[in-house]
């Protein structure tokens, strides 16, 4: 089971580029990197998925490295309502996601 | 764009007795999940369902719980003899592809705000 690790928060302001990064470690050769994101009240809200390299969406970015031991999630330009908890998952054997902490964003004007 | 859809949005009940939370996943997913999150505290993995059975269920899905798919649409969740730490959001959630292929993402529902009293 590939643990992940990330900050439990982190503050940031309107227009800026916020970047939270995860670590794992003992990720398998098959897992991939996936991230949520939930607001209060509210459903997880899947992302973005990766394997390797740069994944890149109309919300997102993620970048992963060679070693696929870390995963950076870049929101570019954040505005308010991307204020929100942030889940960086690597489903374990089953399909199944396990939550962490996840990293409370808070965005300020 | 397709959503999964639970009902109802809120539910109290007095402790002691039954409830039955209800979601509709997405109609060509083939896996469902229910998840549970007590006020301020972590997503839980509660169970998870494919081809009509329980695939996995985790130490909180006692035998007080049980799931089932009654028709072709619904999924539900039921809850017997309901206590005070039972008070959560419950997240139904539905995937198409299992683990290990590509774009598999979970859609999860709104949720359910049990409230026992």
């Known amino acids: 089971l590939a643990k992940t690790t990330q900050p439990i928060s982190m503050d940031s302001y309107e227009g800026q580029e916020v970047n939270i990064t995860c670590s794992h470690n003992?990720?398998?050769?098959?897992?991939?990197i996936t991230w949520y994101q939930q607001f209060p009240s509210q459903g997880p809200r899947f992302i973005i998925q990766g394997y390797k390299t740069k994944v890149t969406n109309e919300v997102a970015s993620l970048f992963i490295p060679a070693d696929r031991k870390s995963s950076t999630l870049s929101l570019p330009r954040v505005s308010l309502s991307d204020t929100a908890v942030y889940y960086c998952l690597v489903p374990n054997q089953g399909g199944k996601l396990i939550f962490g902490q996840g990293t409370e964003l808070s965005v300020k004007p | 764009e397709p959503e999964v859809t639970q009902t109802p949005s809120h539910q109290v009940t007095q402790m002691g007795q039954e409830v039955i939370l209800r979601c509709v996943p997405i109609?060509?997913?083939?896996?469902f999940y229910w998840y549970r999150q007590i006020l301020g505290q972590k997503v839980e993995f509660l169970v998870s369902?494919?081809?009509?059975?329980?695939?996995?269920k985790s130490e909180i899905f006692d035998d007080q719980f049980s799931v089932e798919r009654p028709d072709g649409s619904n999924f539900t969740l039921k809850i017997r003899s309901t206590k005070l730490e039972d008070s959560a959001m419950y997240f139904c959630?539905?995937?198409?592809?299992?683990?290990?292929?590509?774009?598999?993402?979970?859609?999860f529902g709104s949720g359910t705000r049990l409230t026992v009293v």
């Open positions: 109609s060509n997913h083939l896996y």
């Open positions: 369902f494919y081809n009509n059975e329980i695939s996995e």
């Open positions: 959630a539905s995937s198409p592809l299992h683990r290990g292929e590509l774009n598999y993402g979970y859609t």
């Open positions: 003992n990720i398998a050769t098959n897992d991939y």
